[in-house]
């Protein structure tokens, strides 16, 4: 079979390709030709056919076979619409193909060059030619246009499952495309009593039955993306993470009212997800606004949590003045209530690149989204009768005398916020909590050098 008529062959196998996109597949479809004649096609049937091998390719070399009369395809060129995987590729190689022609290549799994190339070992018995790049446009289009027309239909399904409440804004999904380093699929709840239909956003990644679950909240004004740098440590171990969305922050709904954002609620949320996601043999991993929600969690449910990992954060229990630098925090808040998310995490973190920044402003495009980052500097409870002081008494009462869990405390020594000084005076409120470990190049957001802390936690809560 010559190259002049590789355009008319794929075309063939577009038909096929198309068919197969009907039955919901994807869109792949393949032919076999010898001689000038089709002696069998092949469309990608693996989820009708509940069949992992059933590719175009291979369902096409199985008709051909079956026609030939022989699994010897001597003298045959296969034409398929996407570069065959590892296993086509070597199923090709079996049936003594002459020619492979493809038409758009595959970056992901692609066996004929884009990943690796099969045909390309001189060291195998048989040797098949490869043309690539035949109608690869049209072939990638096909492609492209079905993911596209799936990934709309998922969002109208999930919409459909978490209907946006009249009185909340919900930032739009691509806001979030392409964000460096944070691979991880999302996981929605809308159903919790608490949430009365608002939707919350968490990372859940890891097996389930896995030994340890590392719950990691974040603060005020970050999200999860704040634990990128420390989740793949955690996975690496085996272990399960999950990682929410306060609402009004990250992919979470947010309400567009300040007074919903209340230091009780919001707890309650947290609990209630916990027992959702039913999370056992917990560390709690806490910083900034998720200490002062978080540390007032193990009391209500010690069973879950055998581990606490404190960073620059406080239990505000309304009782002790608030440190001098959160005051100014407040203050800055109230003034320039549009700052830059991203450019305040730069400031203590320069090794920060533009993508990273632009990642920590994305769930607040404009002012209406930015409610929770007004609300919560105002929530901090300063007085004994503030919400959530009688809580934080509790949970000050509960480290101290109940806490039976090991605990690790890392400390951003540049923090004008909640640094050293604020850590130790948290250091003596928890029972058995060793010296902090301090990183002198870290502000804040300590979770920027996350790397570090989370392969030395690993190793400290594995004994």
């Known amino acids: 079979m010559t190259p002049d008529n590789d355009a008319h062959w794929m075309r063939l196998a577009l038909a096929e390709a198309l068919e197969a996109a009907r039955a919901g597949e994807v869109p792949v479809g393949a032919i076999v030709v010898k001689d000038g004649e089709v002696v069998a096609s092949g469309r990608n049937a693996p989820v009708e056919g509940h069949d992992p091998t059933a590719h175009a390719e291979i369902v096409a070399l199985r008709g051909a076979a079956q026609r030939l009369g022989n699994y010897r395809l001597d003298g045959c060129s296969l034409y398929v619409t996407l570069e065959p995987c590892a296993m086509c590729s070597g ?3 079996h049936a003594r193909l002459a020619r492979v022609v493809y038409g758009a290549g595959d970056p992901k799994t692609g066996a004929a060059g884009s990943v690796l190339n099969l045909f390309g070992h001189t060291e195998l018995n048989h040797q098949t030619e490869v043309q690539g790049g035949v109608l690869a446009e049209e072939c990638g289009g096909l492609l492209s246009g079905f993911f596209r027309e799936r990934r709309q239909q998922q969002r109208s399904e999930a919409l459909a499952r978490h ?5 909340a804004l919900r930032t739009p999904e691509a806001a979030f495309a392409q964000l460096p380093a944070y691979p991880w699929a999302p996981h929605y709840v809308s159903d919790l009593p608490s949430l009365a239909g608002l939707r919350l956003h968490y990372l859940d990644e890891g097996p389930r039955d896995a030994r340890r679950t590392w719950l990691c909240l974040h603060g005020n004004p970050a999200w999860s993306y704040l634990y990128r740098r420390m989740l793949p440590t955690f996975l690496a171990a085996g272990d399960r993470v999950v990682a929410p969305d306060l609402i009004g922050f990250g992919k979470s709904d947010k309400p567009k009212k300040e007074g919903l954002h209340q230091f009780d609620w919001h707890r309650q949320v947290l609990l209630e997800l ?4 039913d999370l056992r043999t917990t560390v709690l991993v806490v910083q900034d606004w998720g200490g002062i929600l978080g540390l007032t969690l193990p009391m209500a449910m010690p069973d879950r949590f055998d581990g606490l990992l404190v960073m620059n954060t406080l239990l505000a229990t309304g009782d002790a003045p608030l440190p001098a630098g959160f005051v100014d925090w407040r203050a800055m808040c109230r003034d320039k209530p549009l700052y830059g998310v991203g450019r305040l995490l730069a400031r203590g973190n320069p090794q920060l690149t533009d993508a990273e920044c632009a990642a920590y402003d994305a769930p607040f495009p404009d002012r209406g989204y930015r409610a929770a980052l007004r609300a919560f500097p105002e929530r ?41 000084p604020v850590m130790r005076v948290l250091q003596q409120l928890i029972h058995g909590c060793p010296e902090p470990v301090v990183l002198p190049q870290a502000g804040h957001f300590v979770q920027e050098h996350g790397e570090a802390i989370a392969a030395q936690a690993v190793e400290y809560f594995a004994h």
């Open 91 to 93: 199923a090709m190689l």
């Open 163 to 167: 209907p946006l409440r009249d009185d």
């Open 274 to 277: 916990i027992a959702r996601l």
């Open 380 to 420: 901090v409870p300063t007085t004994i009768d503030d919400p959530g002081a009688a809580l934080s008494r509790e949970a000050r009462q509960f480290w101290q005398q109940r806490w039976q869990g090991r605990s690790l405390m890392v400390v951003g020594a540049q923090d004008p916020v909640l640094g050293l």
